[in-house]
C-alpha cells in the first residue's frame, strides 16, 4: 500500500507545485484526503510516518513559499506547546495529512515508557533474557546454510538493521580486539557515512566469514540490483524495498527459532505489548547482552555504551552534549535485562591454515578470482578453486554413471519395446476374436428379433380366434425382464450346442453396450459445494477454473497495490483449488496464454521465462491471507479449505 501512497503525493505534488491561490490548491487537497479515508486504514500514529515515507513533507517543503499565494504563516511550538515564533507553511502541508491536535496525540504516545516500567510477578520491571540459551539459538543460526536463517543470526550476533546485514554493511576486524569490529554502513544516516566500533557476541573473523557467504548468495545480489535500479540515488528508498521484500521470510525465521504467538514458552521472552518477536527484538537482546558483558560502571556509562552500539551516538573525538539527546532513542531498545553473565563463547572450530607458495602470475590471478567473487582473503579462493575442482571430479564420476544408466535405459527400452510388439500382435489377435464374437452375437440377435416377431404373431392370432373378448393388461417392465430371460437362455443353449465358443458372462457384457450412454454431468452449473463435494476428474477441472477465475478478479476488483495481488502459478492454483500439481500442471499448459496475459497486467510475470506463467511473483507475500481471503470471497469457503484438509 506504501507504494500507492508514494504514486498518490506525487500526483498530488505535481497537481499543486505551480498553483499560487488556496482557492486551486484546496479542492485538490480534498480529493487527496478523500482518497487517503476510502483506500487505507491507516491510524493517527502510522498515518505521519506512511506520508514521511512517500516524501510528502519534503516535497512541499522544497517549494518557494510566499505568504497568501501557496503558503500561509502559522505559529511555530516548542517540545511545552508555547509559541516560540512564526514559520510559512505550504497549503498542502496544512489541509492534508495530520493536523496539529493530531501530531500532539502521536507524539504523546508511550509505549516505549510503557515498556520500561512493566513489572513482572516479582516486581522486576523489563523482561529478562537468557544468554545462554540465546547465544544456543544464534550460534545454530550462523552455522546454517539457508540464507534467511543465516541473515537472522547475523542479525542476532551483532544487533544490525536488515538491511545493514543484507546490503549495507562492512564488518573490519580490530587490532588485538576478537569480540570486537570497526562497522560501517549504519543505516538511517542520511549523507553520513560513519564508522565505528561495535562489540559482537561471537568472534569478529566468525562474523565477518559469516557476512562474506550471505552475500555471494545469486538472489540476494539480484535483490540488490533490482531495488537499486527501482530507485537509483536513493538510498533510503532502497533500503526501505529491502526490508519490504525480506522482511516476512526473516520474521518468520525469527518465530521459528525465538517464539512466536503460537508458542506457548518462547525462547526469548516477547517484550511488553507485543506478541511475537522479530528483528527488532533481536536488535534490542543482542545491545542488551554486549552491554552487560562489556561495559563496568555507572548507568549514565552503560546507557553511553548502548547507544553507541546501536548508532544512536556515533563515537568520535568529540559529542558535545546535545548530540546525547539521541539517547532517548536508546531507551526504546532498553527493556531488556540478564541477571546471569554473558560469555564469550568459545572459538567455533576450524582449520589450521598452511602456507602456500604460488608463481606471481598466479598470485595475480588468484586477487582477480578474489575480486571476482568478492571472497575476503587468499584462503578463501583457494578454498573455492579446490572446491570447484572437486565438483568436476564429482562431474565425471556422476557423468560415467549417467552413460552407464544410458546403456542400461537403452537394453530396457529395447526390451520394452519387444514386449509392446507382442501387446500389440497378441492385441490384434484379441480385436479379430471380439469382432467375431460380435458378428455371432449379432445373429444371436437376428435369431431373437425373428422370434419375437414369431411371438408377436402368435399373440394377435390367439386374440383373434378367442370367442369371449378378454381385458389383457401387458406390464411393460416384466415384459423386457422375460426377454432377457429368454436372450440369456438362448446364448446359453446355442453355447452348449457348440454354435458360440463365447461364455456368457461375455455375451451378456457385449449386449450391454447397446444400453444408452450414461448422462453426462454438467458441472459449471453446479455449486461451490457440489463442485468441491465430488472426486470426479471433470470436476477437478472445474475447481482449477474456478480457482482462476477467483484469483483473476480478485486482482481485478478487490487488491489494491503489488503488495496484495497475487500472481496466477501452479502452487496458487494447487492450494486454492486443492487438486493435484500436475493436473494443474495440465490446465495451466492448455490456458496459458490468458495466465501469462494477467500476471503481465499487474507486472507480475516471469521476465526471465515470459512463456512460463510460473514466478517468484508472490514471493514475500502472505500467501495464506490472501487465498483465505479470495476463498471466502468467491468460493463460498470452499477451496482453500479443501486444499488444507
Avoid at 584462503?379 to 556422476?398: F, W
Avoid at 546403456?407 to 492385441?427: D, F, G, M, P, R
Avoid at 419375437?452 to 386374440?463: A, G, R, S
Amino acid at each position: 500500500m506504501s507504494k500507492v501512497v508514494q504514486d498518490r503525493v506525487e500526483q498530488l505534488f505535481q497537481a499543486t507545485k505551480d498553483l499560487q491561490s488556496l482557492e486551486e490548491i484546496k479542492p485538490c487537497c480534498e480529493q487527496f484526503n478523500q482518497w487517503i479515508k476510502d483506500n487505507t486504514s491507516y491510524s493517527v500514529d502510522s498515518l505521519g510516518t506512511v506520508l514521511s515515507r512517500a516524501g510528502f513533507y519534503k516535497k512541499f517543503k522544497s517549494l518557494p513559499l510566499e505568504q497568501g499565494k501557496n503558503a500561509e504563516l502559522v505559529p511555530k511550538h516548542d517540545a511545552e506547546g508555547n509559541v516560540t515564533g512564526n514559520q510559512l507553511k505550504h497549503y498542502v502541508l496544512l489541509l492534508c495529512g495530520l493536523n496539529e491536535q493530531e501530531w500532539k496525540e502521536r507524539n504523546e504516545t508511550t509505549r516505549v515508557s510503557d515498556r520500561l516500567t512493566n513489572a513482572d510477578e516479582d516486581g522486576n520491571k523489563g523482561v529478562e533474557i537468557d544468554p545462554d540459551v540465546y547465544l544456543e539459538v544464534t550460534e545454530k543460526l550462523l552455522a546454517s546454510v539457508d540464507i534467511h536463517e543465516l541473515a537472522v543470526g547475523l542479525i542476532a550476533a551483532t544487533g544490525r538493521r536488515t538491511h545493514e546485514i543484507l546490503a549495507r554493511g562492512k564488518f573490519t576486524a580490530v587490532d588485538g580486539e576478537s569480540y570486537q569490529a570497526w562497522f560501517e554502513g549504519q543505516g538511517k544516516k542520511r549523507a553520513e557515512k560513519p564508522v565505528f566500533k561495535i562489540s559482537t557476541l561471537f568472534a569478529a573473523s566468525y562474523i565477518i566469514e559469516c557476512l562474506a557467504y550471505l552475500r555471494k548468495d545469486a538472489s540476494l545480489k539480484e535483490l540488490i540490483k533490482e531495488v537499486s535500479s527501482q530507485f537509483p540515488g536513493d538510498v533510503a528508498a532502497q533500503n526501505k524495498a529491502i526490508e519490504d521484500k525480506r522482511g516476512n521470510s526473516l520474521r518468520r525465521v525469527v518465530q521459528k527459532y525465538f517464539g512466536s504467538k503460537d508458542t506457548n514458552e518462547p525462547l526469548l521472552n516477547f517484550r511488553h505489548g507485543q506478541e511475537q518477536n522479530d528483528c527488532t527484538a533481536l536488535r534490542a537482546a543482542c545491545a542488551s547482552l554486549v552491554t552487560e558483558r562489556d561495559c563496568r560502571g555507572s548507568v549514565g556509562a552503560k546507557m553511553y555504551f548502548a547507544a553507541s552500539f546501536l548508532g544512536h551516538v556515533t563515537p568520535g573525538e568529540k559529542i558535545s552534549d546535545r548530540d546525547l539527546k539521541h539517547i532517548i532513542t536508546t531507551l526504546g531498545y532498553s527493556d531488556y535485562y540478564t541477571t546471569k553473565p554473558v560469555p564469550f563463547p568459545g572459538d567455533l572450530p576450524r582449520e589450521k591454515l598452511a602456507n602456500v607458495r604460488v608463481n606471481s602470475s598466479d598470485l595475480a590471478a588468484i586477487r582477480y578470482v578474489q575480486e571476482q567473487l568478492e571472497l575476503p582473503n587468499h584462503q578463501s579462493v583457494v578454498s573455492e578453486l579446490i572446491q570447484s575442482y572437486n565438483n568436476r571430479l564429482d562431474t565425471a564420476t556422476q557423468l560415467e554413471s549417467a552413460q552407464q544408466k544410458v546403456v542400461e535405459l537403452s537394453a530396457q527400452i529395447k526390451q520394452l519395446q519387444e514386449i509392446n510388439n507382442n501387446l500389440e500382435e497378441s492385441h490384434s489377435q484379441q480385436v479379430a476374436e471380439l469382432s467375431a464374437q460380435i458378428k455371432e452375437l449379432q445373429e444371436v440377435n437376428n435369431k431373437l428379433e425373428t422370434s419375437h416377431n414369431q411371438l408377436q404373431e402368435d399373440k394377435k392370432l390367439m386374440e383373434s380366434t378367442v370367442q369371449q373378448p378378454q381385458q389383457i393388461s401387458l406390464n411393460v417392465t416384466e415384459l423386457e425382464s422375460w426377454l432377457e430371460k429368454k436372450v440369456v437362455e438362448v446364448v446359453k443353449r446355442l453355447t452348449q450346442e457348440g454354435a458360440l465358443s463365447i461364455p456368457v458372462a461375455s455375451a451378456t457384457a457385449n449386449l450391454a453396450k447397446v444400453l444408452p450412454p450414461k448422462e453426462e454431468i454438467d458441472w459449471e452449473a453446479k455449486t461451490d459445494v457440489e463442485v468441491w463435494g465430488s472426486k470426479a476428474p471433470l470436476a477437478a477441472q472445474e475447481k482449477i477454473r474456478r480457482s482462476y477465475q477467483a484469483i483473476a478478479l480478485y486482482n481485478d476488483t478487490v487488491a489494491t497495490g503489488d503488495g496484495d495481488r497475487l500472481a496466477i502459478t501452479n502452487q496458487a492454483l494447487r492450494e486454492l483449488s486443492g487438486c493435484n500439481g500436475l493436473l494443474v500442471r495440465d490446465w495451466i499448459e492448455q490456458h496459458k496464454d490468458e495466465i501469462i496475459s494477467h500476471n503481465a497486467k499487474f507486472g507480475m510475470e516471469n521476465k526471465k521465462d515470459p512463456s512460463n506463467p510460473a514466478s517468484y511473483a508472490n514471493k514475500g507475500k502472505d500467501t495464506d491471507k490472501i487465498l483465505l481471503l479470495i476463498n471466502e470471497e468467491f468460493l463460498g469457503g470452499e477451496g482453500f479449505k479443501a486444499g488444507r484438509n
